[in-house]
């Protein structure tokens, strides 16, 4: 069993930065990509970056990549997402998510996850 937890999350002025860190543990989870995703009142969760946790190979949704920095530092077992020049549209819960061993090579959908976290809140205000 695969355990996330998410923190980092606020309220922020439009144009400002946040940090999120995820922190996992359990089961085997260093042999999997780990994932955030976000999800908007009355939308879909929407991939927004991530991060094998073996060589530090990353992917990004197109609308995030210049804005969004996913790392980890493997010692801690932690990775972050560095979320910068924000926009009031980026407003929802963050989750972190550990990839499934049935997931698909790409790692970019909700499905291909077996384990989450159970979200932090940004607001991003105009």
């Known amino acids: 069993q695969v355990h996330l937890v998410e923190s980092g999350g606020g309220l922020v002025q439009a144009g400002g930065s946040l940090r999120l860190s995820c922190v996992v543990s359990?089961?085997?989870?260093?042999?999997?990509?780990v994932g955030w995703f976000r999800q908007a009142p009355g939308k879909e969760r929407e991939f927004v970056a991530r991060i094998r946790l073996i060589g530090g190979v990353t992917d990004y949704a197109d609308s995030m990549k210049g804005r969004f920095t996913i790392s980890r530092d493997y010692s801690k077992n932690t990775v972050y997402l560095q979320m910068n020049s924000l926009k009031p549209e980026d407003t929802a819960i963050y989750y972190c998510?550990?990839?499934?061993?049935?997931?698909?090579?790409?790692?970019?959908?909700?499905?291909?996850?077996?384990?989450w976290g159970q979200g932090t809140q940004v607001t991003v205000s105009s």
């Open positions: 359990g089961g085997n989870f260093r042999s999997y990509p």
């Open positions: 998510a550990s990839g499934a061993p049935s997931g698909s090579y790409f790692y970019t959908r909700a499905i291909d996850y077996a384990y």
